[in-house]
């Protein structure tokens, strides 16, 4: 698989200390759900460093967003254009965007097939979610899916069975 790439809104500044651990940081949470869900369990800092070496981030606001519920057309407008750099510069054959982004992401492109869990999950629902596909040179395909947002009541686990369906 090429590059995966993980859209995110702004995260300020973390560095080594997400990668330390420092949950002083309000980012560390979100990172760290994504690397739980990503990798399916929790990781060492070794193991931390090493999966985020391995992964791309686009931020998809260019500023500062206090309320991604209350962005400007503007914001999103330039959210859009920057997102669509990202795909034609590095043609990902994978992203994943957090909620609520996915909303936000640019409509070109087609609805692309449901991700499924291969079997019932712990409460014996087959859950599944929308994929998005946007056209890539030389006739590739950047498949996009939604996660919930990382934050706080994060099922990483649940998450992580779809995320790896979805990067089959």
């Known amino acids: 698989m090429a590059i995966a790439i993980v ?3 702004i995260i300020y500044v973390i560095g080594n200390k997400f990668l330390t651990g420092n949950s002083d940081i309000p980012a560390y949470n979100i990172l760290t759900n994504i690397g739980k869900a990503l ?3 929790v990781l060492s800092d ?3 460093n090493d999966l985020w070496n391995r992964l791309a981030f686009c931020n998809f606001f260019q500023e500062p967003v206090a309320d991604l519920r209350k962005a ?3 914001q999103i407008e330039s959210g859009q254009k920057s997102f669509l750099k990202v795909i034609e510069k590095y043609a990902p054959e994978r992203i994943i965007a957090c909620e609520p ?3 936000y992401l640019p409509n070109e492109g087609r609805q692309g097939p449901e991700v499924a869990l291969s ?3 712990k409460d014996g629902k087959i859950y599944s979610a929308e994929t998005w596909i ?3 040179p030389y006739g590739k395909e950047c498949r996009v899916m939604p996660i919930a947002n990382p934050g706080g009541g994060f099922p990483w686990d649940y998450w992580h069975e779809l995320i790896v369906e ?3």
Request: no cysteine; aromatic share 16%; net charge positive.
């Open 46 to 48: 070794g193991e931390r």
């Open 7 to 9: 859209v995110l809104s």
């Open 39 to 41: 990798a399916g369990k």
């Open 101 to 103: 982004l996915y909303g």
């Open 119 to 121: 079997s019932p999950w």
């Open 72 to 74: 400007t057309d503007a």
């Open 134 to 136: 946007y056209p890539l």
């Open 166 to 168: 979805f990067l089959k």
